[in-house]
């Protein structure tokens, strides 16, 4: 929700962590993790040379990036993770004149703080499942280079796949281990009626939040059919596929990577690891591949995707190496023109007042999901049918921002996952226009903000708390910072 204050304090401190942790979490892939084995000394740290930074917001000059900074229980930080946190911000577009060195800092020490007392509190993070993350992250990560390992390693700055699949590895873990115990704190957290009533009624009136425009919007989907004959084909080029690789001992590998329409896989013929105890890929696709032996190939299988065959690479107990062959039957262009024909005739309905836009909806959209519900949109934030305004995907926004309320849009044309084409049509349906907090109103909203205050507090507490009863030792310049947390224990 969007909120408009003059000097609201503690939502205004709440918005900022948020953003600040949110932008961490990106930065997987920058930060490195360490595990010490014994407490450092004086000679242990090598610090950087720098500028003074009594004044947090003055600018910071590295003139050596190297040596420890900081040990926060069993785990450091180092002074080239400051920097390249803020080089992988930078490489995303974040303006990083709003954060300053000193602010970064703070926030990876207190990622290091939840880690160390995840582990005094015996919070286990599965190995395994870990590795699964990897591989799912490194699958995303190739998506966006076309798939190409090399690039993504000079991306990074890696020699090969295992330092770059180590390194995340061990990020991975800290900060799962550090996730478990910030939800660990607050998992019993609850708010009541008359807490929110004195969080709301403590804000001065003319410092109350206003919440933005929130839109309702419904819609219609045609999706071009596909013919039986394409579904048929490409099943038997899959069929074929299988045999070659069954009877004639041909390459799965290689013709995962000259024929899978995969683009998050190909180029590594294929691959995926799947893990029993963590749900990804689509249905399907993890039926087949956990009823199958070690070695086995698939016959030719269905999901949303298109059609797959699998094969079985490795067994490791809860663990399954698989690779796949996808191919992805297309509409001819005579099924594309029929369904854009076919929305058409639905949106004359509906503009000539036949039929309501929800019962239309119902009767003739091609998207499950949203079909019941006469096509009303769900916000995947906050899983109700409100969209904030100057919130909302960019898409969406450009496609509705110029229609009255109950006007029906022009017919928009998009691809769905797999590139194939879909048409569309939009409506909004409901309004809420700006305006300052009601209690009555706007209760879930005040109670959501109110629970984070709460949440908010509680993590403060513990804080205090541990950062008294646990070894800190912060080096050189980044003792002259003003922290929020009370890092040097003065």
């Known amino acids: 929700m969007q909120l408009k204050t003059n000097n609201l304090k503690f939502i205004t401190n709440l918005k900022y962590l948020t953003f600040l942790g949110l932008l961490l979490v990106n930065v997987h892939l920058s930060v490195a993790q360490e595990i010490i084995e014994d407490e450092p000394t004086p000679s242990d740290s090598t610090v950087v040379e720098t500028t003074k930074m009594k004044d947090s917001t003055a600018a910071y000059q590295a003139r050596k990036v190297d040596g420890v900074a900081a040990v926060v229980g069993d785990y450091i930080v180092l002074d080239s993770d400051v920097n390249r946190a803020f080089r992988q911000l930078e490489a995303q577009g974040v303006n990083t004149k709003e954060i300053t060195r000193c602010q970064l800092f703070g926030k990876l020490l207190e990622d290091k703080l939840y880690a160390h007392q995840a582990v005094q509190d015996s919070i286990v993070v599965s190995d395994a499942e870990i590795r699964s993350k990897v591989d799912y992250q490194i699958e995303q990560f190739l998506q966006q280079v076309d798939g190409s390992m090399e690039r993504l390693l000079k991306l990074y700055g890696k020699e090969d796949e295992k330092s770059l699949r180590d390194e995340m590895f061990e990020i991975n873990k800290s900060n799962e281990l550090s996730a478990k115990e910030q939800e660990n704190i607050i998992k019993d957290l609850e708010i ?139 509409p001819s262009q005579k099924e594309i ?128 708390e541990k950062i008294n009863d646990t070894y800190i030792k912060i080096n050189g310049d980044y003792r002259n910072c003003e922290f929020s947390s009370n890092w040097l224990k003065k």
Not at 198 to 211: L, S
Not at 255 to 260: D, E, G, P, Q
Not at 398 to 426: A, C, H, M, W, Y
């Open 192 to 330: 009541t009626p008359e807490e929110v009533r004195i969080f709301f009624n403590k804000i001065p009136k003319d410092q109350r939040p206003t919440f933005g425009t929130e839109l309702k919007v419904a819609q219609i989907v045609a999706i071009p059919k596909i013919s039986e004959e394409e579904k048929q084909r490409v099943i038997n080029r899959l069929k074929e596929f299988k045999e070659d690789i069954v009877e004639n001992g041909a390459s799965f590998r290689s013709k995962a990577v000259l024929y899978s329409e995969d683009p998050g896989s190909a180029s590594r013929g294929g691959r995926y690891t799947l893990n029993k105890k963590q749900p990804r890929m689509a249905k399907e696709f993890r039926q087949v591949a956990f009823s199958m032996q070690e070695g086995e190939v698939s016959d030719p299988f269905e999901t949303e995707f298109g059609y797959h065959i699998l094969k079985v690479d490795k067994i490791r107990g809860q663990e399954y190496d698989v690779s796949h062959i996808l191919l992805i039957p297309k």
């Open 337 to 464: 023109d029929e369904a854009r024909e076919r929305l058409e005739k639905i949106r004359k309905r509906i503009v000539d007042g036949d039929i309501s836009f929800a019962d239309a909806a119902r009767e003739a959209s091609d998207e499950k999901e949203t079909r019941a519900d006469g096509g009303q949109l769900i916000n995947p934030q906050t899983q109700d049918y409100n969209f904030e305004l100057t919130r909302m995907d960019t898409e969406l926004y450009t496609q509705i921002q110029n229609l009255k309320d109950g006007e029906v849009s022009q017919i928009f044309t998009e691809q769905d996952r797999t590139g194939k084409p879909k048409f569309k049509i939009l409506m909004v349906t409901g309004r809420i226009d700006e305006h300052k907090a009601d209690f009555a109103r706007d209760y879930l909203k005040i109670k959501d903000l109110a629970l984070e205050e709460k949440k908010l507090k509680t993590i403060e507490e513990w804080q205090k």
